[in-house]
């Protein structure tokens, strides 16, 4: 398997327009994550999902983000409008469920989308 | 709810000597799982190794071991012979076993392997 595939792997945008970063999870994972990362914060776990439906999204900063995944290959994390302080490493992870689980529900990364909001 | 502290920001070893890196958590669960991942310059976060709570015995993967200290909650990972690749940053990370899946990671520690 090619592993957690995101695109874009850069993007850079104006204040106030929306961005859509995607993310293909490895095959037959039932769980995935959505993380940001930045200096100050660390790593923030954003939504979870499991077989696509929306879990635990405490960690959405506010309205202005969303995440959907309308099937088992596919996800995309949206903000609308961006601000410069969305600027952060965007992560996508995907684990495996049922069995899984007893390897302890490792999580396997994708490489990322480094966004700038000027 | 779980946390995860690395007290080291950052740290430093000369190539092919030995290093430490430290993690605590703090948990009333006696069932999970620690990690240890590894984000290289290149920043995809990997997985160095993970070790299950109710095993006494530490994991090893090649060079990389860990210290597991249930009692005083503590899980170190030590790096034998540094390598040049193994500068990144270091994170530890925490989840419980069963069904839920959040996993909550501690801040990093960013490790430089000098020449």
């Known amino acids: 398997d090619a592993g957690v595939i995101q695109s874009p792997r850069h993007e850079v945008t104006e204040m106030g327009q929306e961005v859509t970063l995607r993310c293909k999870p490895i095959?037959?994972?039932?769980?995935l994550f959505w993380y940001r990362q930045t200096m100050m914060r660390g790593l923030e776990l954003l939504i979870y999902?499991?077989?696509?439906?929306?879990?635990?999204d405490s960690g959405m900063p506010e309205d202005r983000f969303s995440a959907k995944m309308p099937n088992a290959s596919f996800s995309t994390l949206k903000i609308q409008p961006s601000e410069p302080r969305d600027s952060a490493v965007y992560f996508c992870?995907?684990?495996?469920?049922?069995?899984?689980?007893?390897?302890?529900?490792?999580?396997?990364f994708g490489a990322g989308t480094r966004l700038s909001v000027l | 709810a779980q946390t995860v502290t690395q007290s080291q920001p950052e740290m430093s070893v000369q190539e092919a000597e030995t290093v430490t890196l430290s993690c605590t958590y703090d948990t009333s669960e006696s069932n999970y799982y620690l990690f240890w991942y590894k984000q290289p310059p290149s920043r995809q976060m990997i997985l160095v190794i993970r070790q299950e709570a109710y095993k006494q015995q530490n994991a090893t993967e090649n060079r990389f071991s860990v210290n597991f200290q249930k009692a005083a909650k503590s899980f170190s990972l030590k790096i034998s012979d540094s390598q040049l690749g193994d500068t990144a940053m270091y994170f530890c990370a925490f989840t419980y076993s069963g069904g839920y899946q959040k996993v909550t990671f501690g801040t990093g520690t960013k490790l430089q392997v000098i020449p």
């Open positions: 095959s037959g994972h039932d769980y």
């Open positions: 999902f499991n077989n696509n439906v929306p879990i635990d």
């Open positions: 992870a995907s684990s495996p469920g049922g069995q899984g689980r007893l390897l302890g529900n490792i999580q396997y």
